[in-house]
């Protein structure tokens, strides 16, 4: 399994931007469908965004659409979640996900088979 770092969180105020980072080893991401979930305070942890191992296919959720952007760097074997801006209800701890068993994207959690350590993402003036 591909084992992925995460980095990037942090505290910034509404409307700054933040990029997260999820650095992989053990296998080229290129070759994963990526996800990225996020999980706020009391809530269960939902699906922001998805790239495609296939197809180059991009799904974003409807509240991030238009404000965060998802995209590979091969040549590092890393991808990216670049969130313009924030809103406080973006504050949540992000979580990038890789798995082979969903090609054209998936937004259930248990399709995912290798997991980051999550990172905190406080959205605050």
């Known amino acids: 399994q591909v084992h992925l770092v995460e980095s990037g969180g942090g505290l910034v105020q509404p409307g700054g931007s933040l990029r997260l980072s999820c650095a992989g080893s053990?296998?080229?991401?290129?070759?994963?469908?990526i996800g990225w979930f996020r999980q706020a305070p009391g809530m269960e942890r939902a699906m922001a965004s998805c790239?495609?191992?296939?197809?180059?296919?991009?799904y974003y959720e409807d509240s991030v659409k238009g404000r965060f952007t998802a995209y590979r760097d091969d040549a590092k074997n890393t991808v990216h979640l670049q969130m313009n801006d924030l809103k406080p209800e973006d504050t949540a701890v992000y979580y990038c996900?890789?798995?082979?068993?969903?090609?054209?994207?998936?937004?259930?959690?248990?399709?995912?088979?290798?997991w980051g350590q999550g990172t905190q993402v406080t959205v605050s003036s």
């Open positions: 053990g296998g080229s991401l290129d070759d994963y469908t």
């Open positions: 996900a890789a798995t082979r068993l969903a090609p054209l994207c998936s937004t259930q959690e248990t399709d995912f088979t290798s």
């Open positions: 790239m495609a191992s296939e197809l180059g296919g991009i």
